[in-house]
């Protein structure tokens, strides 16, 4: 199974950005939809972006959308979330996780709960906003 490291978090003030990284650890990463979620300890893990296994389509969750942006670069099995106008209430760990099965749309992993159990997680990668 494909391995996942999430890089780019860290400690910004309100109204930064950031931009996080997931890479995959073998080209089979590039044949899957991928998307990024977060946690906390007071929330269930949610549901953030997606984009598909092409990166023709994206599709984002309410909570932040407007904000962020998903991207993907194939050649190096690389899904980017460019964050902006952070807030304090996104601060989580955000993860990435491929789609169960390959070659679908971005609109895919929104029908699938944020805890299912055929995602896949890295270590995840920490932000915090100050205020």
């Known amino acids: 199974q494909v391995q996942l490291v999430e890089s780019g978090g860290g400690l910004v003030q309100a109204g930064d950005s950031l931009r996080l990284s997931c890479v995959g650890s073998d080209n089979t990463f590039r044949d899957y939809a991928v998307g990024w979620f977060r946690q906390t300890p007071e929330r269930e893990r949610e549901y953030v972006a997606a984009i598909s296994w092409t990166g023709s389509s994206t599709d984002y969750a309410n909570l932040m959308k407007g904000r962020v942006t998903i991207s993907r670069d194939n050649a190096n099995n690389t899904v980017y979330l460019q964050m902006n106008a952070l807030a304090p209430e996104d601060a989580a760990v955000y993860s990435c996780?491929?789609?169960?099965?390959?070659?679908?749309?971005?609109?895919?992993?929104?029908?699938?709960?944020?805890?299912?159990?055929?995602?896949?997680w890295g270590q995840g990668t920490q932000v915090t906003v100050s205020s």
């Open positions: 996780s491929p789609f169960p099965h390959p070659y679908t749309t971005a609109g895919a992993m929104g029908f699938l709960p944020a805890n299912h159990p055929h995602y896949r």
